[in-house]
T-cell receptor, first 116, second 120 residues
Framework: AQKVTQAQTEISVVEKEDVTLDCVYE???????LFWYKQPPSGELVFLIR??????QNEISGRYSWNFQKSTSSFNFTITASQVVDSAVYFC?????????????FGKGITLSVRP | GAGVSQSPSNKVTEKGKDVELRCDPI?????LYWYRQSLGQGLEFLIY????????KSGLPSDRFSAERTGGSVSTLTIQRTQQEDSAVYLC??????????????????FGSGTRLTVV
């Protein structure tokens, strides 16, 4: 069975602070995919990133960066110089590699509030 | 269409009534997933379609829930004899077939805006 744990439930920061959202996963698959989605107050889930299990290279996209560590089964997300528009619920998710195993298993989500 | 379309966006129904929720995926996306998001339960998987067949129905919570997909496109999720615990946001996502999706770098499933179901 697959499992995603987002131990932090709510985080509040002041604008321009850096913030890291933690994600730990469990899977027996040797090939799998990790995702982060953002859900702003409007409610729609917005795709941010997918990382393949065989690619441990970290990713940076503007103020966003992701740290994938297979040794600790973690896929953490850092927002640098946070902005009010970053306020949202962030979900980490995991899927397998086969069709029947392609569904996303989500963590409970982290509510991030960025105060001006 | 350009995105995943779900209708209605909001539905209020009386306990015991049947409801149908519709999902129109992105053209060309053969994989389609239904999820439910309720307070305290997070995002729960309901069912996965590849084309018109459903290889994974493991998330359907009871036999009151059923779904179908016709023509490899539009999908309908039906809830019979609705109960108050069915109140939630029902989300649909679509994707290229898993084998093709995996070949693309940084490819994610596209979600619709959801249907907010309230059972009174």
């Amino acid at each position: 069975a697959q499992k995603v744990t987002q131990a932090q439930t709510e985080i509040s920061v002041v604008e321009k602070e850096d913030v890291t959202l933690d994600c730990v996963y469990e899977t027996r698959d040797t090939t799998y995919y990790l995702f982060w989605y953002k859900q702003p107050p409007s409610g729609e889930l917005v795709f941010l990133i997918r990382r393949n299990s065989f690619d441990e290279q970290n990713e940076i996209s503007g103020r966003y960066s992701w740290n994938f560590q297979k040794s600790t089964s973690s896929f953490n997300f850092t927002i640098t110089a946070s902005q009010v528009v970053d306020s949202a619920v962030y979900f980490c998710a995991l899927s397998g590699s086969t069709g029947a195993n392609s569904k996303l298993t989500f963590g409970k989500g982290i509510t991030l509030s960025v105060r001006p | 269409g350009a995105g995943v379309s779900q209708s209605p966006s909001n539905k209020v129904t009386e306990k015991g009534k049947d409801v149908e929720l519709r999902c129109d995926p992105i053209s060309g996306h053969t994989a389609l997933y239904w999820y439910r998001q309720s307070l305290g339960q997070g995002l729960e998987f309901l069912i996965y379609f590849q084309g018109n067949s459903a290889p994974d129905k493991s998330g359907l919570p009871s036999d009151r829930f059923s779904a179908e997909r016709t023509g490899g496109s539009v999908s309908t999720l039906t809830i019979q004899r609705t109960q108050q615990e069915d109140s939630a946001v029902y989300l649909c996502a679509s994707s290229l077939a898993p084998g093709r999706a995996q070949l693309r770098r940084n490819y994610g499933y596209t979600f619709g805006s959801g249907t907010r179901l309230t059972v009174v």
